[in-house]
């Protein structure tokens, strides 16, 4: 119930202001860390976070009420780090996972990166995985989304999701173990 309240008052201009920074406050750092997790520059993720809450913005009229707030706007803000990517790749006439392997490997000089080298090598296995099982991999492995919410996220079957995690994890530990 409260959060149909909260929708209302993002709908009636009196009131849209003030509940807009309330849904910034609360969703802007896991958006970020969704974002950051995708495409993994600094630069990028906040161009992508600005582009997804302005679509939220923009369409939230449209809002159902189907599934909860946080799954469309995750939704939203996958598909626009993924039309991010390939449209980047695109324009460097290349394909989206070779701009993956790229961007990884120039993650040492991002100084908003702290990781270390298994970090690394760990995100080089990641590029080298199919884009589904890339974002169920990460939405699972470092946001630890349940399986539930990835599915009303990604409209994709439970069964489905953890069969494309449990590959990813297999194609990543054969990855980390023989490179």
């Not at 939405?139 to 539930?148: L, T």
């Not at 994709?156 to 530990?173: D, F, N, R």
């Amino acid at each position: 119930m409260e959060e149909k309240y909260f929708i209302q008052e993002l709908l009636t201009p009196r009131t849209q202001n003030e509940a807009f920074q309330k849904l910034l406050q609360e969703y802007q750092k896991p958006l970020y860390n969704h974002i950051r997790n995708i495409v993994l520059n600094h630069d990028d993720t906040d161009d992508v976070l600005q582009n997804t809450f302005v679509k939220v913005f923009q369409n939230l009229k449209n809002f159902k009420g189907d599934s909860k707030l946080f799954s469309w706007m995750y939704r939203i803000a996958t598909n626009e780090a993924i039309t991010f990517i390939n449209q980047k790749a695109k324009r460097n006439g290349t394909t989206s996972e070779a701009l993956q392997s790229k961007i990884v490997d120039n993650l040492k000089a991002d100084s908003f990166f702290d990781g270390n080298e298994i970090q690394i090598k760990l995100q080089k296995a990641i590029a080298q995985l199919p884009e589904k099982q890339q974002l169920v991999f990460k939405m699972k492995y470092f946001e630890e989304i349940k399986y539930e919410d990835l599915s009303e996220i990604l409209g994709t079957s439970v069964g489905a999701l953890k069969a494309s995690y449990h590959h990813a994890v297999k194609k990543i530990e054969l990855y980390m173990t023989s490179n």
